[in-house]
């Protein structure tokens, strides 16, 4: 009996050294797992367009994924305390720096770009700390908060300017005191038109501007006036005219008696003609018995081809 008993400690002792042997290793297996899912779901996976920056103890983190860059900097100028100036671009990044030193970060992100970095010496810290980050060619003293009042004043300014620069009503009399005396010169131009005197008709013709109730005028001067150098005036005129009206009449000048007027007819025609019109102007030019006005024909089909 005694002897039994001996034997069950000896048993029980066995079985807590075992116990004991495997116990802490077996918690030390359980406990590994656990953490691996705890570290990845610190730092989820980034959707394109998105940046996490992030700053401890002078080193750095920056983690994007086709972020842009001017987004990327400002929430870094955020995160580190430096002022941030100049024109930030929206080029998109993807970087991996983890736990980086600033002045590391700065060429990746910065690549491609001239900057300016500013440093100062931090004594709490005993480091170097980014105080000051000017992005492109831009002075020293601009930053992006100091260009929001300048912008709104300088559009105050043209609004104001604007506002200044409105016609008064003396400078309304003035443009409508104009505009009659231009008319009345109009008149009295095609008042001349009708005159016995060729020299007065050709100033007159000169004068005309082709356009409105003044262009029929002209058309009809073209096709009647007796004198060439009249009709030859109003055929440069009519170069200045916009429609078919006056590149028809043009057309029908070509086939003049004159052969002053028919090339002046047909120099401002490279001003109105078009392709439609080749059919009724080739024939016209291959017909024409002039040397020069032949020379003035071909330049003119030239231009409209």
């Known amino acids: 009996?005694?002897?039994?008993?001996?034997?069950?400690?000896?048993?029980?002792?066995?079985?807590?050294?075992?116990?004991?042997?495997?116990?802490?290793?077996?918690?030390?297996k359980t406990q590994a797992p656990a953490a691996k899912p705890a570290a990845k779901s610190e730092s989820p996976a980034l959707a394109t367009g998105e940046a996490r920056v992030e700053q401890s103890e002078g080193r750095v983190t920056v983690v994007c994924h086709e972020a842009p860059r001017g987004l990327v900097i400002e929430k870094l100028a955020r995160e580190a305390g430096f002022q941030l100036s100049g024109d930030l671009d929206s080029q998109p990044m993807t970087l991996q720096l983890e736990q980086v030193p600033m002045d590391q970060v700065l060429p990746p992100l910065l690549a491609g770009t001239s900057y300016r970095a500013q440093w100062r010496y931090d004594k709490d810290q005993d480091r170097q700390l980014l105080a000051k980050l000017e992005v492109g060619d831009v002075p020293a003293t601009t930053t992006a908060a100091a260009n929001k009042p300048k912008?709104?004043?300088?559009?105050?300014?043209?609004?104001?300017?604007?506002?200044?620069?409105?016609?008064?009503?003396?400078?309304?009399?003035?443009?409508?005191?104009?505009?009659?005396?231009?008319?009345?010169?109009?008149?009295?131009?095609?008042?001349?038109?009708?005159?016995?005197?060729?020299?007065?008709?050709?100033?007159?013709?000169a004068d005309i501007e082709p356009e409105g109730p003044a262009l029929q005028s002209l058309m009809d001067a073209l096709a009647k006036d007796a004198d060439p150098r009249v009709r030859a005036k109003i055929a440069e005129q009519l170069a200045d005219a916009d429609g078919c009206v006056a590149s028809m009449g043009l057309v029908s000048a070509t086939g003049d008696s004159d052969p002053s007027v028919r090339c002046a007819a047909w120099k401002a025609l490279e001003m109105n003609c078009d392709e439609s019109m080749l059919p009724t102007m080739q024939p016209a030019c291959a017909k024409e018995p002039d040397p020069k006005v032949r020379e003035c024909c071909t330049s003119t089909l030239e231009m409209c081809e």
Not at 171 to 200: C, G, I, N, T, V
């Open 1 to 28: 009996m005694k002897g039994s008993r001996v034997r069950v400690r000896v048993l029980a002792a066995a079985a807590l050294l075992a116990l004991a042997a495997c116990g802490p290793g077996e918690k030390g």
């Open 151 to 205: 912008i709104a004043e300088a559009l105050r300014e043209r609004i104001r300017a604007m506002r200044e620069h409105q016609p008064t009503e003396k400078q309304k009399a003035e443009a409508a005191a104009r505009r009659e005396e231009h008319a009345r010169s109009q008149a009295d131009a095609l008042e001349e038109l009708r005159s016995s005197s060729p020299e007065m008709r050709m100033e007159a013709a």
